[in-house]
Nanobody
């Protein structure tokens, strides 16, 4: 069982930056691939970024590539999402998710989810 808690969301102006943090419980954090997903009002939840258990492989949605960076610190059971050059269309609730084993884009492959953190980007 893995419990996930996101933090770091907030209100920022367009062009600004935020860093989201996902803290995980458990002793085998490195065995889990991790992902960030987001859901904007009236839209379906979508993939943002994912990272393999050892941090060696990362994946991004085209909409955030070059602006967002996913990383993890397995010694601290923590994952991060550094978001730069934020746009109003990045406004959403951001969720972190975990799955044991391989990394996937599809949210259906993830077994554990956090409660979400709101990111609002003003124009």
């Amino acid at each position: 069982q893995v419990q996930l808690v996101e933090s770091g969301g907030g209100l920022v102006q367009a062009g600004g930056s935020l860093r989201l943090t996902c803290a995980a419980s458990g002793r085998t954090f490195s065995a889990y691939a991790m992902g960030w997903f987001r859901q904007a009002p009236g839209k379906e939840r979508e993939f943002v970024a994912a990272i393999s258990g050892n941090g060696g492989n990362t994946y991004y949605a085209d909409s955030v590539k070059g602006r967002f960076t996913i990383s993890r610190d397995n010694a601290k059971n923590t994952m991060y999402l550094q978001m730069n050059s934020l746009k109003p269309e990045d406004t959403a609730v951001y969720y972190c998710a975990a799955r044991r084993g391989a990394t996937y884009y599809s949210q259906n492959r993830y077994d554990y989810w956090g409660q979400g953190t709101q990111v609002t980007v003003s124009s």
